[in-house]
């Protein structure tokens, strides 16, 4: 078949999948999706085991379909830049980072480890972290801005975000736009010292909707947003307070929009690294040799508008893992995004805590770790200790006594206890979850204390 007619071929296909104009150029520039993509300066003279890569549409810059989340990184300059090297030697490039995370010390350590290489081997990523109503003001979240180039040693950001868009639009007015600055984080794209302005979204959708519906205004190079096989249905509903936005929504309304995007909690918080024996036992069966973590990595990069996945690698056999399932990448098949849907479904079902442990809570004034309450509580759910049956049945006493032995165990420090927790509220318009935080730690105090 000739060139003009297979490449005619193969747009006609992907139109029928559903598939948008910008995808379908990242998927023919990847063929065949999920293959090898064009070498990247630093795999140059490799041949196989090569990291997986998508296009970003505006510049055709090459990006590592896995990215380096580093929210949660060791805080030993040394351990960070073990882990840093081992990525870029093997192909990862995305790199992402805000001032929020560490209290400032993850952008130092990102900066200080990524200075070690040439500008062009990463890309890093960095946001405007004013959600506090005290840094509002123009100068104040300028002095952040120019904080971030400081800490990162660079002189231009490659993507930039408006960080945990979905507060409200009385928020959103407040800290991004009665204030002038997206105007200026605008003409700072036009400057160059940004090369890709984005937002991360979390909460409400009525946000996340308004700035799509003025991509004409701002032109949104990419979109950061939570997705993973159980979010794709089943996020609606979290904490008892609705956000209707599944990830289904989010990522279609961008693709029909020919927004990229990248994906944030693709593990859930690691929670499908910890799932119920039954519904990890249904995946090894068809793939013995692969860790859950794998499966929700394939799934999330079997969807071509996906231009990068970050994961929080604080460990080197995190890394070496992640790595692997990249390069590349294996496409799921429908037969596994089948089985996955099952699962998810399954896991609806299930009455956890839609933690995932970001720690945005934290600290508390209180001191309760909030956290690990809560990543206690979802362990014994998937361990099925919870709920509790009714006081009247054979094992009740048996399962009230394991879960208070296991608390204790978990949280050793009473300080740290949900009993601790006095109801102030200060972590709520923090969590991006949405979870009615007090609530929850007023159900785990009811459970230890039933009779």
């Known amino acids: 078949m000739k060139t003009k007619e297979l490449d005619k071929s193969r747009r006609e296909f992907l139109r029928r ?16 999706f999920g ?15 090569r990291m997986t890569y998508r296009v970003q549409h505006g510049s055709g810059e090459q990006i590592s379909l896995l990215g380096f989340g580093m929210m ?3 805080n030993n300059q040394d351990e960070v830049n073990t882990l840093v090297d081992y990525a870029i030697e093997h192909g990862v490039n ?9 209290g400032g010390q993850s952008e130092v350590l990102t ?5 070690r290489h040439p500008r062009e081997k990463y890309f ?10 005290r840094l509002w003001s123009l100068d104040e979240s300028k002095r952040m801005y120019e904080q971030s180039f400081e800490r990162l040693k660079v002189d231009h950001i490659d993507y930039y975000l408006l960080h945990s868009i979905g507060g409200g639009m009385e928020t959103l007015k407040g800290r991004f736009l009665d204030n002038g600055l997206l105007d200026f984080l605008l003409k700072e794209r036009e400057a160059g010292r940004i090369k890709h302005l984005g937002f991360s979204y979390h909460g409400d959708v009525r946000d996340f909707d308004w700035l799509l519906d003025h991509h004409g205004e701002y032109h949104w190079d990419f979109v950061q947003i939570q997705m993973n096989f159980l979010d794709w249905r089943h996020a609606s509903l979290r904490g008892g307070r609705r956000v209707d936005a599944d990830a289904e929504y989010l990522y279609n309304k961008l693709e029909k929009l020919d927004i990229q995007c990248v994906i944030m909690e693709p593990l859930r918080g690691g929670a499908f690294g910890r799932m119920a ?3 990890t036992d249904q995946l090894k069966k068809q793939r013995p040799n692969d860790s859950t973590a794998r499966w929700a990595f394939r799934w999330v990069g079997s969807y071509p508008n996906v231009l990068t996945t970050l994961s929080g690698m604080n460990r080197m056999e995190h890394l070496e893992d992640n790595v692997a399932t990249f390069s590349p990448l294996e496409n799921c098949t429908e037969a596994e995004n089948a089985l996955l849907a099952s699962i998810a479904d399954q896991m609806s079902g299930f009455p956890t805590i839609p933690c995932t442990t970001c720690e945005y809570c934290m600290p508390c004034p209180y001191g309760v770790n ?11 759910v998937r361990d099925h200790i919870l709920p509790l049956p009714d006081k009247q049945d054979a094992d009740f006493n048996e399962r009230k006594q394991k879960f208070a032995e296991g608390y204790r165990t978990a949280l050793p420090d009473p300080k740290t206890w949900a009993q601790s927790c006095e109801d102030c509220e200060e972590c709520l318009s923090k969590c991006p979850q949405q979870i009615r935080i007090p609530n929850q730690m007023a159900r785990i105090v009811e459970t230890l204390r039933k009779r």
Request: aromatic share 8%; net charge negative.
């Open 72 to 74: 949660r990184l060791p």
């Open 370 to 380: 909030i956290p690990a309450n809560f990543a206690y509580y979802n362990e014994a």
């Open 124 to 133: 890093v990523a960095t946001k405007m972290s004013n959600q506090n109503r």
């Open 277 to 279: 024996q039954e519904l």
């Open 17 to 32: 999948l559903g598939i948008g104009a910008g995808s379908a150029m990242a998927l023919m520039a990847l063929e065949p």
């Open 35 to 49: 293959a090898l993509a064009k070498p990247s300066r630093h795999d140059e003279g490799k041949s196989d085991n």
């Open 111 to 115: 900066g200080n480890a990524l200075s």
């Open 94 to 102: 995305y790199f992402d980072t805000a001032p929020m995370y560490m």
